[in-house]
């Protein structure tokens, strides 16, 4: 493995385990079982609850009183599966194959799933570390955050005792977050009924492809290409032209909280328009992909002759969903009057799929304003309804209010300080973290959250920076120390 030189071993050890174990959002099974398997090996306790979440409880260590409050250590074991343009890879039995590129760990053309492993596997060195002084522990190993903070909207409260949260989840190395936005995934569905094309027709793929993508709350705020409504900005333009596309299958996006990088649809069209069809993917080349060549160079339109045997939508289903695709909200609703630079709400229409019997949308909404979150999801409910289609709310969470001051942020903002000689840039961020959920089942919880410096969560660009890790592994245990004693 390429992390045996790297520090802390016991840190890269755990994440390298992590790497060779499948754990896609609801597909934890495997890395759950390591955590369990890591602590009983270690002779600690642990206990789990119906939604998979497990607590291993660390006692303190000598030196330490047995009395010093205990400090609940959380990380959440599933990550975000996205491969690159042409790599092949079974995320139900494939590991992550690690390499070391300039002083930093990416995956070989998919998610590293350092989001959250690297703080996985060091809430697991801290089973076993013995040159870190500390007080009791409860190390919390969330499932299912990526797809809603669901494992930590389930928690059963009673797992944890601890009044001190210290989350392993945050990316930028000069930050400490002490609050995060509230979020909703929505699923729209639309009924289709299906017939097979007339003679004398053609049929062709659309695909747009080499988007960035990105993280749907972090980077929702960059110029970043959605191309699933690139892709139905395009299937606009050939209706307004009187092409009428028939459709056959749309596909696009990888995760409700990734911004999609991919979509393609097949598509149908009389052979004599044949032409006409190639004319607008020239021209929507240059005038639509142009405007964002500056910041998605990677971004295409293709066209790929395709079999003419599909069945395809009814006509009328076709249109209204091109409409609900142009339709449906994408990027910054509204930014903070609060927070500087930061957005307030946001949506991200994040993923389409395609059924013998119904095209499903996924919607995901974060905002730090109740309201508005409910207004958007209003909003989107009533764009499905237009469509023919009904809408299902698949997920929600809570968001996590920040507090100015506390004990805990006191001794983070302390323990910081004396790790890296100055001071961090306190922030909070426009992303579900699950601090928000936790506490709402241990109301009072007092919450920080810090990580080493990852780039491109969510793509298969994702990448942590290797001194990061070993600093944030310091500052995490001069932190423990500081409330231990």
Not at 434 to 454: N, Q, R
Request: aromatic share 4%.
């Amino acid at each position: 493995m390429p992390y045996d030189n790297l520090q802390p071993p016991a840190v890269w050890a755990h994440f390298a385990a992590l790497n060779a174990i499948p754990r896609v959002s609801q597909n934890e099974e495997r890395a759950r079982k390591y955590v369990i398997a890591q602590a009983e090996r270690a002779g600690l306790t642990w206990r789990g609850d119906e939604a998979g979440n497990v607590v291993v409880s660390v006692p303190a260590v000598s030196g330490i009183g047995p009395d010093t409050p205990a400090v609940c250590i959380q990380a959440h074991i599933d990550m975000v599966p996205a491969t690159a343009l042409g790599v092949v890879h079974d995320w139900a039995k494939d590991p992550i194959v690690a390499r070391i590129d300039g002083g930093k760990v990416y995956a070989t053309g998919t998610t590293l799933g350092a989001d959250n492993g690297i703080g996985a596997a060091m809430a697991l060195a801290l089973m076993t570390d013995e040159t870190l002084a500390h007080g009791p522990l409860e190390l919390l190993f969330t499932v299912e955050e990526e797809i809603g903070l669901r494992g930590a909207s389930a928690l059963d409260g009673s797992l944890v005792s601890a009044r001190a949260l210290i989350n392993l989840d945050s990316e930028e190395i000069e930050k400490l977050t002490i609050g995060c936005t509230g979020g909703a995934t929505l699923q729209i569905g639309i009924p289709t009924g299906r017939s097979l094309p007339r003679g004398g027709h053609i049929a062709y793929t659309l695909a747009v492809d080499g988007a960035l993508g990105g993280h749907s709350g972090l980077e929702i705020g960059k110029p970043r290409a959605n191309a699933i409504k690139l892709l139905g900005d395009f299937l606009a333009r050939l209706q307004a032209d009187g092409l009428a596309p028939a459709i056959a299958a749309i596909e696009g996006g990888s995760a409700a909280n990734a911004i999609p990088k991919s979509a393609s649809a097949v598509i149908v069209i009389d052979k004599a328009h044949e032409g006409r069809l190639h004319a607008h993917a020239a021209s929507f080349d240059t005038d639509a992909l142009g405007k964002w060549r500056a910041d998605e160079p990677g971004v295409t339109l293709t066209l790929t002759e395709t079999d003419n045997g599909s069945e395809v939508l009814d006509p009328s289903v076709a249109r209204k969903l091109i409409a609900l695709i142009g339709e449906l909200p994408h990027g910054v609703l509204q930014w903070s009057e609060m927070y500087d630079g930061k957005p307030e709400t946001s949506a991200n229409t994040a993923q389409i799929t395609t059924t013998t019997s119904s095209v499903k949308v996924i919607v995901s909404v974060r905002s730090f304003l109740a309201k508005s979150l409910r207004n958007v999801r209003e909003t989107i409910r009533e764009k499905a309804d237009i469509a023919g289609g009904t809408t299902q709310l698949v997920s929600q969470y809570p968001g996590w209010e920040p507090k100015s001051s506390s004990p805990l942020l006191t001794a983070t903002v302390d323990a910081y300080t004396a790790t890296y000689g100055h001071a961090p840039e306190i922030e909070v961020v426009h992303a579900g973290l699950e601090c928000g959920a936790i506490i709402s089942k241990l109301p009072g919880l007092d919450a920080v959250s810090f990580g080493p410096e990852i780039q491109g969560a969510h793509t298969p660009d994702e990448c942590v920076t290797i001194d990061t890790v070993e600093s944030t592994w310091r500052m995490l245990g001069t932190l423990l120390e500081k409330l231990a004693r």
